[in-house]
């Protein structure tokens, strides 16, 4: 079964600082994989996603992801901190050939400090 | 366009009662889920729906629980019963067919008393 594993349940940084969240993943075949964002008492927003084109995935808010095969990894990074990114963030993965469903992490929190 | 809408938004009710959510996906969206988000499990999915049927209900957690689609559209999810533990957002998302983005609603949050 596929699983995905996101270090850290709560990562904080200054604004203007980098922003690195972890996501490694399982899985037999090569993944679809994703990030989301959550803002307070809303749903789930796309950040990017790698479906096997390019490894250096490009998404909104100035954030990328880097499929990295060898490592199983899919980190999330940010150059430079803004205090409107303070939300949760969940990576994901999902199956090829089946009903795309989403595996989830579970989540690491950013806290952005002034 | 419109996204994906979810009603109520937010559900109080008694332990032992029966409960209906509603999902809206986005017009032309086949395939539809649904997912809970708990602080002790974290997200997980529950069905799959491509156009009426569901082919994968693997994660539905008991058989109090149970969903349905109707016209290709709306979706209702219902909760025989509740049970405390049964307290949490529950997400529907939509996405087109065999394409792997999918769009979340804002989400309804049950409460069970």
């Known amino acids: 079964a596929q699983s995905v594993t996101q270090l850290g349940s709560h990562v904080s940084v200054s604004e203007g600082a980098l922003v690195l969240l972890r996501c490694n993943y399982s899985s037999s075949v090569p993944p679809y994989l994703f990030w989301y964002v959550q803002y307070p008492n809303q749903g789930l927003q796309l950040l990017l996603k790698y479906t096997s084109a390019a490894t250096l995935v490009k998404g909104i808010n100035g954030f990328e992801a880097e499929f990295k095969k060898s490592e199983t990894s899919f980190h999330l990074t940010k150059p430079s901190a803004h205090m409107s990114d303070a939300a949760e963030y969940f990576c994901a993965v999902s199956e090829v050939d089946s009903s795309y469903k989403l595996i989830f992490g579970s989540g690491t929190r950013l806290l952005v400090r002034p | 366009g419109a996204g994906v809408s979810q009603s109520p938004s937010n559900k109080v009710t008694e332990k032992g009662k029966d409960v209906e959510l509603r999902c809206d996906p986005i017009s032309g969206h086949t395939a539809l889920y649904w997912y809970r988000q708990s602080l002790g499990q974290g997200l997980e999915f529950l069905i799959y729906f491509q156009g009426n049927s569901a082919p994968d209900k693997s994660g539905l957690p008991s058989d109090r629980f149970s969903a349905e689609r109707t016209g290709g559209s709306v979706s209702t999810l219902t909760i025989q019963r509740t049970q405390q533990e049964d307290s949490a957002v529950y997400l529907c998302?939509?996405?087109?067919?065999?394409?792997?983005?999918?769009?979340f609603g804002p989400g309804t949050r049950l409460t069970v008393l």
């Open positions: 998302a939509s996405s087109q067919p065999n394409y792997n983005e999918q769009f």
